[in-house]
């Protein structure tokens, strides 16, 4: 509940601009897509759709989700340069609500190291860029990259001159998270007691994690007085990460007492779209995150299980379902119908044309046919796998493996490329996933390191589905694979040949180009 003289704080999601600049997160055109949906369900204000020039699959992107996504503002990063900004606005232009984000980097190491410019300099390059930025549309956002490490009586005057130019919001990133809270606060309150025309924009901060003070910092500059956040699903971001949208909104309503601010974000969507973010990018949220892991509010000792049982609020401080975590999710059973299941897709959060439910209603089939009862797991597995297909050069038809201790496992593999099913069998490998492996390398006649492997249990009980992924170094890039099915090494063969179809389609240029990263904030 907030109270009618609470500040509204600005929700701005970098999840597929400086998100998907984690190692290994990039996303392609249909996953852009989806996770934008979900962070417009989500109630997020503002979203960062990527950094135009960077790559024309960032273009790309950029541009089909501010043509596409209603709901909330879009925008496309830009440095001050004017072949940024131009691209940035080419991109976003068609948006119901669009902005323009520029930066330029003000810290003395960077003036000195990376720009070579002098004070005076920096801050006309940044009027022109903001000017150029506001001739295209009135939304215009400036960030002084490495704001915290700059001068203070220098960035005040940037911010001024940025606002003069038309900057309807200033943004302070703390590029490499080296502040503190204290210093976080002194900063922003010295900019609204120093700046004169600072009651003509929105401040905002932009925190890393590298000292894992992301959340703490963001949530000191709410306190001084900042208007905005910017965060990502999950916290995802370059190196240790950014601040976790989840954490900073819940600290932000769970404490209102003390910060008397409030978001419009729909908590009991958190849980949904991390879980999708996780899925799509391949980043796993550790057990014990804030919020959104699955310890979150697990309560294992017993003076604590003692006191939940007589007043949750001794040991818990929100509900699970306040940011969506199910009392109970057993949902579906082998006579559920197609109604039923987009129901429950909807509830969990996705959105499925009638082509992938159909798809996904098929597979459902088949696993009902295995398992006696679905679990939302089992749905969002099964969701998750249609929406992340890529081009199906090859697909998974069968396997047999002969194995023990000490034995050197022998596999026959069995995989369809279109029409035509083409099998082998071979020895090698040092156990039964490891020979599949090299099986598959062997047919597809695509060679690729495994660097990453995992698998886990979607759900509960010995018929429960495998989620199997894999990371595989390709001539120098990585690909991610996901494979589910309710056995293991099927699911492992499944998620190392989804890997496979990507690195083939993007040879073959089916999938947008992977964008490179900016360097930025």
């Known amino acids: 509940m907030t109270e009618s ?25 249909a996953e852009k897509m989806e996770v934008a949906q979900a962070l417009v369900d989500l109630g997020v204000d503002v979203i960062e759709a990527g950094f135009p020039i960077a790559s024309p699959g960032d273009f790309e992107a950029v541009r089909e989700i501010a043509q596409s996504v209603q709901g909330s503002v879009i925008c496309g990063l830009a440095r001050c340069r004017e072949a ?16 323009i984000h520029v930066f330029l980097a003000t810290s003395a190491i960077h003036r000195e190291h990376k720009l070579r410019m002098g004070k005076d300099e920096i801050i006309q390059r940044a009027i022109d860029g903001v000017r150029r930025a506001k001739g295209y549309c009135a939304d215009v956002e400036f960030s002084p990259e490495d704001a915290s490490r700059t001068e203070i009586d220098f960035l005040t005057r940037v911010v001024e001159a940025a606002i003069d130019a038309g900057a309807t ?9 080296y502040s503190t809270p204290s210093e976080m606060y002194r900063v922003i309150h010295a900019l609204r007691e120093r700046v004169p025309n600072i009651d003509r924009a929105v401040l905002s901060v932009h925190c890393h994690n590298d000292l894992g003070l992301a959340v703490a910092n963001s949530l000191a500059a709410v306190e001084a007085g900042a ?23 819940m600290g932000l309503r769970t404490r209102n007492d003390h910060y008397h601010a409030h978001t419009q974000i729909q908590t009991r969507r958190l849980v949904p779209t991390s879980r999708l973010v996780s899925s799509v990018t391949g980043i796993h949220v550790q057990r014990n995150k804030a919020i959104v892991g699955q310890n979150a509010f697990a309560h294992e000792a017993g003076i604590h299980q003692d006191g939940m049982l007589k007043e949750r ?42 082509e992938q439910l159909d798809a996904v209603f098929d597979q459902f089939k088949v696993l009902a046919d295995k398992k006696k009862d679905i679990y939302d797991g089992d749905v969002a597995s099964l969701i998750e796998q249609q929406m992340m297909t890529v081009p199906e050069r090859w697909s ?22 279109g029409e035509q099913v083409v099998s082998t069998t071979m020895s090698g490998g040092d156990g039964p996933i490891a ?38 170094e390709h001539e120098g890039q990585l690909y991610r694979g996901r494979g589910v099915s309710t056995d293991s090494v099927e699911a492992s063969a499944k998620a190392f040949l989804h890997a496979i179809n990507r ?6 240029h089916q999938t947008p180009a992977q964008t490179a990263g900016t360097g930025k904030e």
């Open 5 to 29: 003289n609470d500040r509204k704080i600005v929700i701005f999601d970098t999840t597929l601009r400086d998100g998907e600049q984690s190692p290994g997160a990039s996303m392609n055109l």
């Open 84 to 99: 940024d900004i131009d691209r940035a606005w080419e991109a976003v232009q068609h948006a119901s609500k669009h902005r």
């Open 227 to 249: 208007g905005q956040i910017e965060c990502t699903i999950n916290g995802i971001g370059e190196r240790a990460g950014n601040c976790s949208l989840e954490e900073v909104v």
């Open 435 to 472: 020979a599949v492996f090299l099986a598959i390398e062997q047919l597809t006649q695509t060679p690729a390191v495994c660097k990453d492997f995992h698998v886990h249990s979607v759900t509960v009980g010995k018929d429960a589905q495998g989620e199997s992924q894999v990371v595989l």
């Open 313 to 354: 609020t001794t040991y818990e401080i929100m509900r699970p379902d306040d940011v969506g975590f199910a009392k109970t999710d057993l949902v579906l059973g082998k006579h559920s119908g197609r109604a039923a299941l987009m129901d429950r897709a909807r509830t969990l959060g996705y959105h499925l044309t009638p």
């Open 503 to 508: 690195i083939v389609a993007i040879k073959n």
């Open 169 to 177: 919001t200033v943004n302070i990133p703390d590029t490499v998270g």
């Open 396 to 417: 998974f038809e069968s396997y047999h493996v002969e194995t023990g201790t000490g034995r050197t496992p022998q596999v026959e593999l069995a995989l369809r490329r």
